[in-house]
């Protein structure tokens, strides 16, 4: 059975097309930098927004009913699994990412519900026997049961943390089975939502032994993935432990966690940080902790997590230059966290979204690449530091200097010199690369 009727896969016909099931920028064989933009971009679709997703909202019942809808239970699991595989397919996507409770339902006790998970994944492993797509990362879904109201790993109860550990076992067993490249976990209530009742301490050292035992287990049954932590600020708590790549980044580095985990930037997430992305990007390259990228970005006019697909090429540009700047995502990826707005309810609109986002980041990559290669940027901030390379700013530098040289120099030195930082002049600068690349 279809589920994308009369939808042929999607090709690339550049950017003078006209068809919105076309790729304008999208080329995957192109080849930039030396890599084709497959590599460079590495797609995913997520699981759970474009299968699972039903537009629901707090003000309002479903509004998008798919095909494989007319099925429950076990029977709608499998047929999501068939409905995934054929859009992978007619989009040509390298790779997918779920939860596992997206992809099979919780039964009345846990090993009911690995039951069904262990015959989800026995289908998806059939079907990537013959399909080119792999698992860019598996995760679990430790927020929505009302068993983690309190959290997961940094619950008040051990009986629940005993269950999460369980879950993240299960789950690191499914990512060795299905070959996933990367584990995400991603806190979706370990924080708080007062300290009144919060044992802070407690919380944030367990959840450091919940992730070693991860460590532990991956090892013992082989599991070379990256261990990826995606950070967030707050929703659906009111402030999480992973607030943002700066506070992820001090956590593992005070448990001994860096050498295990690097991070996975959520654009929208950065907005609800009340950063950029490309700040979050970049603190987490200069760090040797970018791994991956959840690819949506957020309304800056709202306060939550919209997960609207990408399509500021502004944005895309600039998360392009430090992806490039990182060497590309290793073993990380481009993961569309992101879904259609509750209007756009159709079947199709799965196509149209999944599409707009690819040309947006092919754009972006094109334009980040020239950028780099012309040195526009490179050159402008080595000139802008040029007096920490010679005289005094050396001997800063090189940790020659102290405080009592410093100040000598300093009572020497009546006539300091600023110069612009040219914002604007760069910024249109960027805005040239992206309008003149095709």
Known sequence: MSYFKNISKVQYEGPESDNPLAFKHYNPKEVVGGKTMEEHLRFSVAYWHTFTADGTDPFGAPSMVRPWDEY?????ARARVDAAFELFDKLGVPFFCFHDRDIAPEGDTLKETNQNLDEIVSRIQDYMKTSNVKLLWNTANMFKHPRYVHGAATTCNADVFAYAAAQVKKGLEVAKELGAQN???WGGREGYQTLLNTDMQLELDNLARFYHMAVEYAN????????LIEPKPKEPTKHQYDFDAATAIAFLQKYDLQDHFKLNIEANHATLAGHTFQHELRVARINGMLGSVDA???DLLLGWDTDEFPTDLYATTLAMYEILKNGGLGSGGLNFDAKPRRESFETDDLLYIHIVGMDSFAKGLKAAHKL?????LEDFIEKRYRSFREGIGLEITS????FHTLEAYALQNDSIRNE???QEMLKGMVNRYIMRVD
């Open 72 to 76: 429950t239970g076990m029977d709608l």
């Open 183 to 185: 584990y995400v976990f």
């Open 220 to 227: 013992e049954i082989g599991f070379d993935g990256q261990f």
């Open 296 to 298: 949506n970005q957020g």
């Open 372 to 376: 780099i290669e012309d040195r526009v």
């Open 399 to 402: 940790g020659k200097a102290d």
């Open 420 to 422: 612009s930082g040219r």
